[in-house]
């Protein structure tokens, strides 16, 4: 299984999943999401495969978050242009994301990623 593990290495939880990954074996891609941030199709994409609500995918506790004022803002907000908003900075974008051929982790949950990610 090919996992796409996006991250922000100075991110405590990105780097306990990353670990995570590291000790059960599971190869992964590596991708920063400050530097390579998803764009909207991508974002759009991940979604729609993830199942989860569009508002999993904000990092609801971010300086960036709280400074756009995004919670009061976001509801009025269609989907595109959550999604828009998410492309313009990978510090929008709730992380880690782990990201396979037919799911999508949002923030790290052992047991989640456990789950959907350890093969047997």
């Not at 242009?81 to 982790?105: C, H, W």
């Amino acid at each position: 299984m090919e996992v796409l593990f996006v991250e922000y290495p100075k991110c405590s939880t990105c780097q306990k999943a990353r670990k995570w990954l590291e000790e059960n074996g599971i190869a992964y891609t590596g991708r920063h999401i400050r530097e390579d941030n998803p764009g909207a199709e991508e974002l759009k994409q991940w979604h729609e495969k993830s199942g989860l609500d569009i508002k999993r995918f904000f990092n609801t506790s971010g300086i960036l978050y709280k400074e756009m004022q995004l919670k009061e803002k976001l509801p009025s907000m269609t989907l595109e242009e959550k999604y828009m908003l998410l492309a313009t900075d990978g510090m929008l974008v709730k992380r880690p994301l782990a990201v396979t051929q037919d799911r999508v982790l949002v923030g790290f949950k052992e047991q989640e990623w456990e789950e959907a990610l350890k093969q047997g």
